[in-house]
């Protein structure tokens, strides 16, 4: 088996994904449309060699006929548990923000995060990280810690305010600073003894469309 290039990991992702949000497979234009590809027949060579490494099936007498194997990854699925803000915090639990039972089950595209241990994921409510590729709507793939290094993308709570929020983290001397990953947004400062860390982020499932 030839290890597949980045661009056709991501295509494989995007399958996934589509499935996954959809019920069924991306036709051709879809995929050309959603991944900016130039033609179609880049799209076609692209869609063959997923086929010939054993990744996808196509049926030629199906219109959406881009389905996809066991070959295509390991698949893992991870609950969704709620949301998570990436603006202002959101109350939590005193809102419907977080849940105890999974709002759904989430199936990881293949290769999304190397240690499949303590996974969840949290869908994404604002735009404080969008310099980071994290839109409103995304979904965030989450790793339980409570601890993250510097510049980490983690859900924090803050115990004040009993909310929590996803930003950056930054430990500066007698203080801790979450650092939004937006240039038209100032970062915020917390004593360290107000913030825990909850999870790091260690993956990103984007909507397929975006407005505008």
Do not use: C
Not at 81 to 94: E, F, K, R
Not at 164 to 172: A, G, I, P, S
């Amino acid at each position: 088996m030839t290890p597949l290039s980045p661009k056709r990991r991501q295509l494989l992702d995007f399958i996934h994904q589509f499935r996954q949000q959809r019920g069924y497979g991306p036709t051709v234009r879809e995929i050309l449309r959603a991944r900016h590809v130039s033609s179609i027949s880049l799209v076609q060579r692209d869609l063959k060699v997923l086929e010939r490494e054993g990744y996808i099936r196509r049926d030629p007498g199906i219109s959406r006929n881009i389905s996809l194997t066991d070959r295509s990854g390991d698949a893992d699925e991870v609950p969704l548990l709620g949301y998570i803000a990436a603006g202002q915090p959101i109350p939590v639990p005193q809102s419907e923000a977080w849940h105890e039972a999974p709002l759904e089950t989430l199936e990881l595209p293949a290769g999304m995060a190397s240690d499949k241990s303590n996974l969840y994921a949290l869908k994404v409510r604002g735009l404080s990280m969008t310099d980071a590729l994290i839109d409103d709507g995304d979904v965030v793939i989450m790793q339980a810690t409570n601890t993250v290094n510097n510049g980490e993308m983690a859900a924090v709570w803050l115990k004040t305010e009993k909310e929590v929020t996803l930003k950056r983290v930054f430990r500066e001397r007698d203080r801790v600073r979450l650092q939004p990953a937006n240039s038209q947004m100032k970062p915020v400062y917390h004593d360290p003894e107000n913030i825990e860390v909850q999870g790091r982020v260690v993956g990103v499932i984007r909507k397929l469309t975006r407005s505008g």
